[in-house]
């Protein structure tokens, strides 16, 4: 495909759009002045807040035989002790709205039962006067189980039924196929690790109940705690102004603010609850771990025949969590494919998103399984890809709306210096490393969801923009902004985009890479219809010195009104507003997707890594890499290198260091603090950058962009995999790669 | 948090007598605020003994060093004396924990570190070092970190310390005072193995209190260094490590000095190496054989047999990094 011109009726000068902004909000951030969810409190005129503190479950599974709470309640400031003995039954009514975002299942809930589902499910809540005196309490609560062995072997548990893809046929193309590859990969369970803890403050005005969370999304706390209590959604409002990355662990609300809103409820006063780190390995979801069987069959040539996937993916017993894992459907042309996913339900919580969700853990057995076909036939593992290329969507036969994956291929190669690479493993020694280069490449979908804004023109002329966003970190309050300035035709600092609360028009969650394309289409559409309205009252005028003028011959830059012909004849918003004796102009508008997906449209991407692997160590350093990346319009090239730099990070955690650990005798977490679940440091993380095929893609959405944050760390892992291959001659398949896995013999 | 009172010392005699009543010492907190969070630690009484005068670091007057027990880690590894005469001990405090810890830590109170173990962390995990007689809960558990050498069956948790690792290896002593007067132990002797007493971690009396690590002289010229191998870059604890010090004169290894760590209950001397390298001449093959001592006794676990190999390697490779320049 072509890219066509954007269709901008508007016809608008570009000049914040494609700008390299710092965030709008940075400041307010890095002096500690931006309030996140656990901050509210009597500035927000929230007062006689308590403080509350989960108990958790320790064992696996079973039942609660008996709670002592007397010891608890006798510390002084202790307020209550919550339990299933004297919790109120709550009306839990299903979340089943259009748009709700919860799995299916039955919702774990918060002390309705006896029940113990996993290790860490909270039991209890205390709540106290001051936070101390709460945490404290919080341990003398003594609990006593009937405990029975948790099943937590994702490899020998029973599953459930298959959810199976499959065109041509795949099992009849690998039997007769030159050349046939089978391999398993298998991926360690992930944690989300934000660096803002989960916290709520819930307080209740007679049957109203206002929450102040952290959340990607605030209409589903608002959705999700009036199905809880039986009220109106309207009786339930959600701040989330700030949040301190999420990656995912933010999309639906956990049991933890179902306690919180219970026990302000019970208690009649705010409550503050804020999940401690160790507590944020327990109940706020995960990036399930996954054994990937992948069999390969090609020609000589490297052409891809059969693609048959056995996936095995753990979930919870009570409900249902399913990545989407379509990559390998799309990616190649392959005539054969058949997918088989198995969700296995284990003694777990329920895991959830996790960046890249799906994609990029097909990535990680996909690509891979390239690399050991590239190796197998002595084909380079670029020329692999691009001889499996399709013309069109291989799973759906529509045309790609943009699909500028060669072009990421060919871009990486010059930039990186893939020539330099040794098409033989353990070919490049630097004294005591092995030098290795490797590359994947990646898909993510460029969707989109119907989003509203608001946007009000004040007599001052700075704009107030509205839409009940959020912003987990990508910079979404900025890039925003962008798009009302330029719509508008105003300088970044006279608009302002305000997200967070569930009274706003409202929004998509805030999660699958489609905010820009959606928030941001409908920012773009109420900015554009407020001008216009603007530049109709202009033209009307008879004092105006645009009286007259066609109206799409009128732009604003600045916020100077003029024609196009004459930029000196024109008039300024203040002017408009103050002569017409407005106080304000306002306007709505939205975004609807579609009806009719006509396209296959995906963000993509290419990852470069080179390793360094001390071979007698077995230690791993990533050198540097590089990630190439087709995601349609960069509204924000600054906060772009942000997302790309954060999800190759993300990525090279999943490859090298990430893994949750769990003891499989009782589902201890063994590793659920920041010393022991191991992120990458900076030190890790030395020589990382990003660039951004130009291109738009207007069917992706109307401003052309195809999202970012997602497929940035869709591709990562494996190109790293795949460089330690080249660097030693060694395939190791299970993510992490230990160093364990990688000594070898003298 | 347990409740608890707080006072602070202004003399090491006003320590020793809280002490002795029972109170626990508290110098950077680094430690001790964390795992009483975790309420592992209970402590009825804290007192504070940042504020008393002893954080000098000096040389001693045959060429060893002297570092006062309340010195910081960050000061300490930046200390010229140290960077001279032991660059050991500074690669092995900058390569320990983080930036921010360093900077608040203090020496005495690294070597006080508790064992690294998951389960010992969790207080709803039974474990021998915090509940003498409900059991290790690594010795069948997820044990990939714990230790190889020196275990019980009471106990398989590492010592965690970077720096004790190399005060083991150059031979330091632990400077004490207490309520009896001050006395002085090697670090050997003053870490101790579990054993069938996982609970006592050191040879320290009640109200005792470390007032300085001494390194003794050592022939010079002396080559030193700390390698640590981890999985991650920073912030992480070790693997494997292992401080070497060496002596060569004409050519023989004179006198080598030689421990290990993550792979031990407490910072393990590697005696069978010194000796294979005493009297010899440096040469790769002497590394490698000297190093196949390494790990005489291990006893793996399910989680961490890796560690044998691994250690052998650490030792020859950081052999070859000190003693290589020949």
Redesign the interface.
């Known amino acids: 495909m072509t890219p066509q011109p954007a269709p901008r009726p508007a016809r608008q000068p570009q000049a914040a759009v494609g700008t390299p902004r710092s965030r709008v909000d940075g400041r307010l951030k890095v002096t500690g002045q931006a309030r996140f969810a656990a901050d509210h409190g009597p500035a927000d005129g929230i007062d006689g807040i308590v403080h509350a503190v989960l108990v958790d479950a320790t064992i696996g599974r079973g039942r609660i035989t008996s709670i002592e709470a007397r010891a608890a309640l006798a510390v002084p400031d202790v307020l209550t002790v919550i339990h299933h003995g004297n919790a109120p039954r709550l009306p839990y009514r299903d979340n089943s709205f259009p748009d709700s975002i919860h799995p299916p299942g039955e919702r774990l809930r918060a002390f309705q039962d006896n029940h113990v589902r996993f290790f860490g499910q909270p039991v209890a809540v205390v709540v106290a006067t001051t936070l101390e005196a709460a945490r404290h309490a919080a341990r003398l609560v003594e609990v006593t189980y009937d405990a029975e062995p948790p099943q937590l072997d994702l490899v020998t548990a029973p599953a459930h039924e298959p959810d199976i893809y499959t065109r041509g046929d795949a099992a009849a193309a690998l039997a007769s196929a030159p050349v046939q590859l089978e391999m398993t990969y298998r991926m360690g369970r992930n944690h989300h690790n934000a660096m803002e803890p989960h916290a709520i403050v819930a307080r209740w005005d007679g049957d109203r109940l206002t929450v102040w969370e952290k959340t990607q999304w605030v209409a589903d706390p608002r959705n999700e705690l009036a199905a809880v209590f039986g009220i109106p959604q309207a009786a339930v409002r959600c701040y989330s102004r700030f949040v301190g990355g999420a990656f995912g662990n933010s999309g639906r609300t956990w049991v933890h603010s179902v306690a919180a809103a219970l026990a302000a409820r019970e208690l009649r006063r705010p409550v503050k609850l804020v999940l401690s780190r160790r507590q944020l390995y327990f109940g706020i979801g995960f990036r399930p771990a996954y054994e990937y069987g992948v069999r390969l069959g090609s020609e000589r040539d490297g052409r891809l025949t059969a693609v048959v996937h056995d996936v095995r993916g753990e979930t919870s017993r009570y409900e249902r969590h399913s990545d989407d894992l379509a990559l390998g459907r799309m990616l190649y042309d392959t005539p054969n494919f058949r997918q088989d996913v198995r969700l296995v339900p284990l003694d777990v919580n329920t895991p959830t998103w996790m960046r890249g969700p799906g994609w990029s853990t097909t990535a990680t057995a996909l690509e891979t399984s390239l690399d050991e076909l590239a190796h197998e036939l002595g084909i380079d593992p670029i020329e692999l890809r691009i001889r499996n290329e399709p013309a069109d969507d291989p799973a759906t036969g529509q045309p790609f709306s943009t699909r500028r994956l060669h072009e990421c291929y060919t871009t990486g190669m010059r930039e990186f210096g893939w020539h330099r690479r040794s098409s033989r493993p353990r070919a490049v020694r630097e004294g005591d490393w092995l030098i290795g280069m490797g590359m994947a490449a990646g898909a993510y979908p460029a969707e989109s969801a119907p989003a509203q804004a608001h946007a009000r023109l004040g007599a001052d002329g700075t704009v107030v923009v509205r839409s009940a966003s959020s912003d987990m970190g990508p910079g979404t309050t900025t890039s925003m902004a962008q798009v009302a300035a330029d719509a508008l035709g105003l300088p970044m600092w006279s608009v302002q985009f305000q997200l967070g609360d569930s009274m706003m028009p409202p929004a998509p969650v805030h999660a699958l890479a489609w905010t820009m394309a959606s928030v941001g289409s409908a920012v773009q559409a109420t900015c554009d219809r407020l001008r216009r309205k603007a530049v109709a009252l202009a033209v009307g005028d008879d004092r105006s010195p645009l009286h007259g003028v066609p109206a799409d011959e009128v732009v604003v830059r600045r916020g100077w009104l003029h024609t196009r012909a004459d930029p000196r004849r024109g008039e300024t918003y203040q002017q408009l507003l103050a002569r017409n004796g407005r106080t304000h102009l306002e306007a709505v508008g939205g975004y609807e997707p579609p009806e009719e997906i006509r396209y296959s449209m995906y963000a993509y991407s290419a990852i470069f890594a080179e390793v360094a692997v001390d071979a007698r160590l077995g230690i791993v350093r990533v050198r540097r890499m590089l990630g190439v990346f087709d995601a349609g319009r960069i509204v924000n090239p600054k906060l772009a290198d942000s997302q790309a730099h954060g999800g190759m990070i993300g990525g090279l955690g999943q490859a090298l260091l990430e893994h949750t650990v769990t003891d499989p005798r009782d589902g201890r977490i063994l590793n659920a603090n920041l010393a022991d679940y191991l992120v990458p440091t900076n030190a890790d993380a030395t020589d990382i950058r990003a660039i951004y095929i130009e291109g738009v893609d207007n069917e992706a959405a109307p401003i052309g962009v195809k999202g970012l944050g997602e497929v940035v760390q869709v591709g990562v892992a494996p190109a790293i995999a795949n460089a330690v291959f080249n660097a030693t001659g060694r395939r190791v398949r299970d993510l992490p790669i230990t160093p364990e896995a990688l000594l070898m013999p003298r | 948090?347990?409740?608890f009172t707080y006072t602070r010392a202004t003399s090491v005699h006003e320590a020793i007598e809280a002490g002795e009543r029972g109170g626990r010492y508290i110098a950077g907190g680094t430690t001790l605020v964390d795992l009483m969070r975790e309420?592992v630690e209970r402590p009825r009484a804290l007192v504070d003994i940042v504020g008393l005068p002893l954080s000098d670091v000096s040389a001693t007057p045959r060429g060893g060093l002297r570092i006062g027990a309340l010195a910081r880690m960050a000061d300490v590894a930046a200390d010229p004396v140290v960077r001279q005469t032991y660059p050991a001990v500074a690669q092995a405090l900058e390569l320990s924990a983080s930036a921010q810890l360093r900077n608040m830590a203090t020496i005495g109170g690294n070597v006080m570190q508790r064992p690294r173990c998951?389960?010992f962390?969790?207080?709803?995990?039974p474990c021998n070092r915090r509940e003498p007689g409900s059991g290790c809960?690594a010795l069948?558990?997820?044990n990939r970190t714990h230790a190889i050498l020196g275990t019980s069956e009471h106990c398989v948790a590492t010592h965690p310390s970077d720096l004790a690792v190399v005060l083991t290896a150059l031979e330091a002593t632990v400077h004490m005072v207490g309520p009896e007067g001050r006395r002085a132990t090697p670090i050997g002797q003053f870490l101790l193995q579990p054993g069938d007493t996982p609970d006592r971690e050191q040879d320290l009396r009640p109200g005792e209190l470390i007032v300085a690590l001494e390194i003794p002289p050592l022939p010079r010229p002396l080559r030193s260094g700390y390698l640590k191998?981890r999985?991650?870059?920073?912030?992480?604890f070790a693997?494997t490590s292992v401080a070497v010090a060496l002596h060569i004169r004409g050519g023989v290894i004179h006198t080598a000095k030689v421990a290990a760590g993550g792979v031990g209950t407490i910072p393990w001397k590697l005696p069978a190496v010194e000796q294979h390298l005493v009297g010899r001449r440096p040469s790769p093959d002497l590394w490698a054989q000297a190093a196949e001592r390494a790990a005489d006794g291990a006893r793996p676990l399910v989680h961490n047999g890796?560690k044998t190999?691994?250690l052998r390697?650490?030792v020859e490779?950081q052999l070859r990094i000190v003693g290589g320049r020949s």
Do not use: C, N, Q
């Open positions: 948090m347990f409740p309420t998951a389960y962390r969790d207080v709803s995990a809960s069948e558990g997820y191998v999985d991650r870059e920073s912030y992480e693997l890796f190999e691994l390697r650490t490779r």
